[in-house]
């Protein structure tokens, strides 16, 4: 039943109703439904392939391809549809020129910041008037996991009290960046929760980014405005290490390790 | 032909596609240009060396530390000093002929008075001449290499940009400098040399020295007897002379002293009448 | 065969002709090599190492006249410019051209050999006529390729002498053997064209094939020393920190990205080669006016395509241990090449090779069209699509989002909750294998279009092929979704190898099993071949085009990831084109490239077809 009424209407028109309803069924579910909505620059891209595969999965045969040309060939050549011609060939080019004009409208909007959110480390940077190699920097209490379990987990505790004390006014207590301070900050604190944050990197970036915080950042990741503390003024060495211990144990996230 | 064409046509189209979407559809990020090169062809010394040397002078051989410091507020602290330079040289109390920041930091070192921070000058002469020594002369003697270590200091501890070039020669420095400071040194010869070694008349009018920061040792034979001199030089805080104030004079010359050369500095000044 | 007979004598100039401006190439190739080594090698060899060395740093900074064996270094003045040159962008393009027609005229000889090897065995003879016909296509291509190789080895000596003479210092010995194997290429690729119809018979097509082995191993052997040099340049072994060459060719051949590179470039090269031939095959079948010609143009484009996707399928997993590789090597070179300012051009790759997939696809798709039994399948095809489209949709997603203030605040950070675990590798991966799958399963379609099985347990056999590619899906996605959402990083990376052999394990048994169902199958319908549309020869276009595009971006980004190293870590990049570029200007670089390389590869192309015309000027030569 459906099925015959869909058949009915034109191939190109059905195609049209097949990629709005793709946008709207998108736009409904992530805005309405799930509380995020798309970002508009990554639903352009999204609707061109839906654009280009719809495209695709209706020309692939000869008679699907000419169902589709058929209204375009017709509005071209048929010249019945002559006053349709003319109103589709003065709106085409208006609707181009009313795009750009809106495209172009300088707005009140603050322009796109983009940041680097984990920029490429150094090979070697300096903190605590020590220079760290990046490449070989270990975090020297990993090796109690395996060796000192006991030992470890009273590591892993020590690195919570400094957490607590110290991190989660801006990271929260629950690691998912949404502490007291958080809606205060743009860029907003880290959220270790994510499996894109720290179970991406290797411990010695971790302390690389907390010992010399925000502004630290190479400049590859201005502008410099994150909050994040220089923290080899306020913490010792053995702190920090301690610290991210406890991020990968409380999030049961492993630090990104190609040995073995 | 038309085949050939609306090809060539599709090709552009497509090519135009993928040059559009990398130039507008993704956002443009400038990469950082690459860092400064360390010079690392003289010695093996990295800038980072070269800093850390200059910190070494400024605390020890320079006897900088002496007056620049937070407690005495004999001399302009220096923690802001890369920042401050450059509105010194637009400033039009400055008779100096430097033109940039590196320039006046190494005039300042050479020639303290073509700047005198208000304030900070000799007494009575209207903060026109400066009270500091030249560091390349006298008994501080600073090499071209130490004051360009120093300058790169100064830059670096006051966060601008070090433009100092780690000059040729720079490495025997940096060697004189840690064997002084180690243990093993070979006794001084003579009282003059070691009083030139320990920098005492950057502060006291002794051996030829206009230090002002310090009471004027020149008669002090006359005044006061060899226990009181040795007692100044160990623990210079024991007895403070009239018009002076203490903490200004380092508390370790007991330390880095040995005893035959502590007595032929009494001695010395115990002879000056 | 159906072109015109051309005189022996004519075909013996052109061969001699072609020979002798072979030898020139070759000769212009090793010239710059040769003298740079023997001006190195020279003292060397009478006992004076270091001052040949002190020598070559001795003009790096004249300042400094203590002999250093490692590495020069630079300063602006060694950098000749020309006016109104970018020496930068010059090499580059140039770089990138020989690369693309090296990649060409590599990769053509491999499935030529394939090809004849499969015509031999079956004896059907228009498996070596369209053999020979790829291999005249590359063969212009050939000397083209010398050239623009000569070009690139003086425009490194013009532009960057330090950079030159020091890799010709550290890779004296393999570029010296690199320039001798030119001759044995050239010879071998000469052989075997112009005997190729000489050679024919039970003994001599053996002795063709054997020749066209040499040819492969000399050619594949070349690419590999040129990798050598590349690869040394990002991690760089066989010299000491200081860039000192300790004396061992081959430590500083084998590298640590050498093989990865190596493996990923000869998979890379066969798929692109097959795209190129691809497109010369569908102008070829536009202009044609005869159906015979259509039939054959169709056939090859076909058969073009089919290499460019067999060999399309593996490369991701290529490129995924590269990048692997790169990581493992350094994480500062790990995260310039992932997180920094490249991340984006992972989004660009993604589009592309998303292009490639859609439109291999859309040309199988439509050459169900070639017969009338296809007609039974297309209802499906609808859902790879769907499928296809979804999986590159998850692809391209970037982890972090080019968000307005409002968006911004809207999410309540940069991340987004549910599209933002689709950014990260895991996610990525099954997005891909899942696309290799269906297009695997496009083909499958294609295969099955006009004919039906006769053997007795079809319908079991079909069964089990449904229930192969369920059970390889369900395992991609909870290898996916648990190994990278659920666990620790080292089973993120691990992961993608079970999912990879997961996918391959499922095409290859199905394709077993179908290759058995549909033995002796019955044809329902015949194959028509010429009866395809037009619109499918621009999806071939497309992926030619993609390919070359693609291949000129990763360029960039492999060489970029070097950022102001000529050699990593041993020899900095002093001059004043240091920075790394924005990807926009690449991309505009990239794109001048390939509408260069396109235009060479047209003229190439028509140079080919001019062998087969003849002009007769009436009353010009004397009766």
Request: hydrophobic share 50%; proline share 6%.
């Amino acid at each position: 039943m459906m099925g015959r009424l869909l058949s009915r209407i034109p191939a190109l028109l059905r195609a049209a109703l097949v990629v709005v309803g793709i946008y709207l069924a998108a736009t409904a579910i992530f805005s309405g439904l799930l509380g995020q909505p798309i970002p508009a620059s990554l639903m352009t891209m999204y609707m061109f392939f839906v654009i280009v595969g719809v495209f695709m999965a209706f020309t692939f045969t000869e008679e699907g391809a000419r169902a589709m040309a058929a209204p375009i060939r017709a509005l071209v050549e048929n010249p019945a549809l002559r006053p349709v011609r003319n109103i589709v060939f003065l709106l085409v080019p208006l609707a181009a020129g009313a795009f750009t004009y809106t495209k172009m409208l300088p707005s009140l909007e603050a322009p796109v910041e983009l940041r680097t959110i984990h920029p490429a480390p150094p090979s070697t940077f300096k903190a605590y008037g020590k220079r760290y190699d990046l490449l070989t920097l270990e975090n020297p209490f990993r090796k109690y996991e395996k060796e000192d379990p006991e030992r470890f987990r009273a590591l892993v505790a020590e690195g919570g009290k400094i957490y607590i004390r110290n991190c989660q006014f801006c990271h929260g207590d629950k690691l998912n960046g949404r502490g007291p301070f958080a809606p205060a900050l743009n860029p907003v604190p880290l959220n270790f929760q994510d499996v894109g944050t720290i179970a991406q990197l290797q411990e010695s970036y971790l302390f690389w980014r907390i010992a010399t915080g925000g502004p630290g950042l190479p400049e590859e990741a201005a502008p410099w405005i994150s909050s994040m503390p220089v923290w080899q003024n306020f913490l010792k060495e053995d702190e920090i290490w301690k610290v991210i211990l406890f991020l990968y144990d409380y999030t049961g996230h492993r630090p990104r390790a190609w040995e073995k | 032909m038309r085949q050939f064409f609306s090809v060539v046509a599709f090709t552009l189209l497509t090519i135009g596609f993928f040059a559009g979407f990398s130039n507008f559809g993704i956002p443009q990020i400038e990469p950082a240009p690459p860092p400064k090169e360390e010079k690392i062809a003289l010695g093996a010394m990295t800038m980072e060396d070269f800093i850390a040397l200059g910190e070494r002078i400024f605390k020890g051989k320079g006897t900088c530390t002496l007056c620049h410091n937070p407690v005495g507020g004999r001399a302009p602290l220096l923690d802001q000093i890369g920042k401050v330079a450059a509105k010194r040289l637009a400033d039009p109390r400055y008779k100096g002929e430097a033109r940039d920041v590196e320039g006046y930091l190494h005039e300042s070192l050479v020639k303290p008075s073509a700047y005198v921070v208000k304030g900070f000058g000799k007494k009575g002469t209207g903060d026109t001449v400066s009270p500091m020594p030249d560091v390349s002369g006298g008994s501080i003697g600073l090499s071209e290499a130490e004051i360009a270590a120093v300058i790169a200091y100064l830059q670096s501890a006051s966060g601008v940009e070090v433009t100092v070039e780690i000059p040729a020669g720079a490495e025997p420095a940096a060697k004189a400098e840690k064997e002084t400071a180690g243990e093993g040194r070979p006794l001084y010869a003579s009282a003059e040399e070691a009083m030139r070694e320990l920098g005492c008349g950057a502060c006291h009018k002794v051996a030829g020295e206009q230090g002002e920061v310090g009471p004027d040792l020149t008669h002090i034979g006359a005044k006061r007897d060899r226990a009181y001199l040795r007692r100044a030089i160990l623990d210079p805080n024991a007895d403070i002379a009239e018009g002076f104030e203490p903490d200004q004079m380092p508390p370790d010359y007991g330390e880095q002293l040995y005893a035959k050369e502590l007595e032929m500095i009494v001695d010395y000044l115990a002879g000056l009448k | 065969m159906n072109g015109p007979r051309r005189s022996r004598t004519a075909r013996g100039g052109l061969r001699a002709g072609l020979l002798l401006l072979s030898a020139l190439m070759a000769l212009l190739l090793a010239l710059p090599a040769l003298s740079g080594a023997l001006g190195l090698a020279n003292p060397a060899l009478a006992g004076e190492a270091s001052s040949a060395a002190s020598e070559v740093v001795g003009n790096a900074s004249a300042a400094t006249a203590t002999p250093a064996p490692g590495a020069p270094k630079t300063t602006l003045a060694d950098y000749p410019r020309i006016r109104g040159v970018n020496s930068r962008v010059l090499v580059w393009l140039v770089a990138q051209l020989h690369l693309w027609f090296a990649a060409f005229v590599l990769a053509v000889p491999i499935f030529v050999f394939i090809i004849e090897a499969i015509g031999m065995k079956t004896r059907d003879k228009r498996y070596d006529e369209m053999a020979y016909e790829f291999i005249k296509v590359s063969i212009t291509a050939y000397s083209l390729t010398a050239i623009l190789g000569g070009l690139l080895l003086f425009s490194l000596l013009v532009f960057y002498p330090q950079l030159t003479a020091y890799l010709t210092r550290v890779f004296k010995e393999s570029m010296f053997y690199y320039a001798l194997l030119f001759f044995i290429e050239s010879a071998a690729l000469y052989l075997y064209y112009y005997g190729w119809h000489w050679l024919q018979g039970p003994f001599a097509k053996w002795v063709h094939l054997t020749i066209g082995l040499v040819l492969n191993a000399a050619g594949t052997t070349l690419m590999f020393l040129a990798n050598a040099w590349v690869t040394f340049m990002m991690s760089p072994a066989g010299v000491d920190s200081a860039g000192a060459y300790l004396g061992d060719p081959w430590a500083a051949i084998h590298n640590y990205l050498w093989n990865p590179i190596n493996l990923h470039r000869f998979i890379a090269n066969i798929a692109y080669g097959g795209s190129i031939v691809g497109a010369y095959a569908a102008f070829r079948f536009l202009t044609a006016t005869r159906a015979e010609d259509k039939a054959h143009y169709d056939w090859m484009g076909y058969t073009a395509n089919f290499i460019a996707i067999a060999a399309l399928l593996p490369l991701p997993f290529a490129g995924y241990y590269l990048a692997a590789e790169i990581y493992a090597y350094s994480q500062q070179m790990g995260i310039t090449l992932m997180g920094g300012i490249f991340a984006w051009l992972f989004i660009i790759q993604a589009v592309l090779i998303g292009t490639l997939f859609l439109s291999a696809n859309y040309y199988l798709w439509c050459g169900m069209g070639r017969s009338e039994g296809a007609a039974r399948y297309n209802r499906f095809i609808k859902y790879i699509v769907i499928v296809l489209v979804g999986a590159f949709l998850v692809w391209f997603t970037p982890h972090t989002l080019v968000l307005t203030n409002e968006e911004l605040k809207a999410l309540g950070g940069p991340y987004h909750t549910y599209l933002g675990p689709l950014g990260i590798m895991p996610a990525k991966n099954t997005a891909v294998n899942i696309m290799i799958l269906f297009t695997a399963l496009s083909f499958l379609i294609y295969r099955r279009a006009n004919r039906v099985p006769t053997v007795s347990w079809a319908a079991r056999g079909n069964a089990i092929q449904v229930a192969l590619y369920g059970a390889g899906i369900l395992n991609i996605f909870f290898l996916g979704i648990y190994h990278g959402y659920f666990t620790n990083t080292v089973y993120k990376v691990a992961s993608s190898i079970p999912q990879v052999m997961t996918t391959l394990i499922v095409i290859a048994a199905s394709l077993v099993i179908d290759a058995f169902i549909y033995r002796r199958a019955r044809e329902i319908a015949p194959l028509r071949w010429g009866r395809i549309p037009d619109r499918a020869q621009y999806a071939l276009f497309l992926l030619a085009i993609a390919f070359t595009w693609l291949m000129g971006l990763m360029g960039y980004i492999r060489s970029g990831i070097r950022q102001h190293w000529h050699v990593v870590g041993i020899m900095r990049d002093n001059s004043a084109d240091a920075i790394t570029p924005t990807l926009g200007f690449a991309a505009n670089v990239v794109s001048a490239g390939t509408i260069l390389f396109m235009a060479l590869v047209i003229f190439v192309f028509w140079l080919s077809e001019l062998g087969a015309r003849k002009v007769q000027p009436a009353g010009y030569w004397q009766e």
